[in-house]
């Protein structure tokens, strides 16, 4: 079997800060979410990547810049944390071909003060 | 509108009871996935499920695409039971997005 590694897995930064995500897969799957999730909600996806160098707008794309430059890593990027972003951010990856089964890491807390 | 509907938001069992959770779609969808959430936040995928029945253990997810519709069944709950449980669809449009539920919210009793 393999593992999504998400860090940190907790983030604590100031508003206005620029604050980096990232996450490492050894399934060697081809494509990979990023997926925020608030309190009592479903996930919401920001930005996902079906091979390397490629990067996909999900719904909630505006205020995050992503990176994919492995096959095996996906970074993500909150470009100005706002009050608000308080929220668990969760990788994911799938083999490809449409979505297929989805495989997530433990999720990164994050927390603006 | 919110294109997936669970429910219900929360369920409280004794051990030993059963449980069925739903989902409903308002859209065309290609297939639809069931996630457990641990409390603390990872994601475990319970089923794949395209269309039809499938069973893992005490779980057994009934997927019906013209219906639009998702069940997850739980037989013989246990305290470890416990936690969050998620739908999420796969649009007919190949968009590699899912969309998910709110979740229900099960607690266990021993």
């Known amino acids: 079997g393999g593992i999504i590694t998400q860090t940190p897995k907790f983030l604590i930064g100031q508003e206005g800060q620029k604050l980096t995500l990232k996450c490492q897969q050894n399934?060697?799957?081809?494509?990979m979410y990023w997926y925020r999730q608030d309190s009592g909600k479903g996930l919401r996806l920001i930005y996902y990547?079906?091979?390397?160098?490629?990067?996909q707008k999900g719904d909630l794309s505006e205020g995050y810049d992503a990176s994919r430059e492995k096959k095996s890593s996906f970074s993500l990027t909150v470009t100005s944390a706002q009050k608000n972003e308080m929220a668990v951010f969760l990788c994911?990856?799938?083999?490809?071909?449409?979505?297929?089964?989805?495989?997530f890491g433990e999720g990164s807390k994050l927390t603006v003060l | 509108g919110q294109q997936v509907q669970q429910s219900p938001a929360s369920l409280v069992l004794q051990e030993g009871e059963n449980a069925e959770l739903q989902c409903n779609f308002s859209t065309s969808l290609n297939s639809m996935q069931w996630f457990y959430q641990r409390p603390g936040g990872s994601l475990v995928s319970l089923f794949y499920n395209p269309s039809g029945t499938k069973q893992s253990g005490r779980l057994t997810s009934t997927t019906v695409i013209k219906e639009r519709r998702s069940s997850l069944h739980i037989s013989s709950s246990q305290t470890t039971d416990s936690g969050t449980y998620l739908c999420a669809m796969e649009l007919s449009s190949g968009s590699w997005q899912l969309i998910f539920g709110s979740g229900t919210q099960l607690t266990v009793m021993p």
């Open positions: 399934f060697n799957h081809d494509t």
């Open positions: 994911a990856s799938s083999i490809g071909k449409n979505t297929g089964q989805l495989y």
């Open positions: 990547s079906i091979t390397e160098n490629d990067l």
